[in-house]
């Protein structure tokens, strides 16, 4: 069931940017978790990954892949989330999601979020090309 709503995806060449934004208007509250979560597309039947999570506490974290290059940011009084992405090389190239998760809750970047995560948009698409 999807609650969330991405803005929409696109296509980039490598070393441009993109800015998603989230709306989770009545998902997103106080001592939430939420973040951003891809699947690469080649990668079929495999889970979504997280790439950008914001704790209950506010923690933000990255994967290691996308460190430096992605950031992660909220508007709580809107209830949005936005992803800015730049220098996106060919590897990032997924559909992406955004989701958020009732407290108690905690997120992490190795985590499986398929089954923690409450509320999920139903994704965006990206091509990244060389």
């Known amino acids: 069931q999807v609650q969330l709503v991405e803005s929409r995806g696109g296509s980039v060449q490598s070393g441009g940017s993109l800015r998603f934004s989230c709306d989770a208007s009545k998902y997103m509250y106080r001592r939430y978790c939420m973040g951003w979560f891809r699947r690469d597309p080649q990668a079929v039947g495999k889970a979504r990954v997280s790439i950008a999570v914001i704790d209950g506490d506010g923690t933000i974290k990255y994967a290691g892949s996308v460190t430096g290059r992605f950031t992660i940011s909220q508007d709580s009084v809107n209830q949005m989330l936005y992803l800015q992405m730049s220098s996106l090389k060919p590897e990032d190239s997924a559909t992406y999601y955004c989701?958020?998760?009732?407290?108690?809750?905690?997120?992490?970047?190795?985590?499986?979020?398929?089954?923690?995560?409450?509320?999920w948009g139903k994704g965006t698409l990206v091509t990244v090309s060389s």
């Open positions: 989701a958020t998760a009732r407290p108690p809750c905690t997120v992490t970047i190795r985590m499986t979020p398929d089954n923690l995560m409450d509320y």
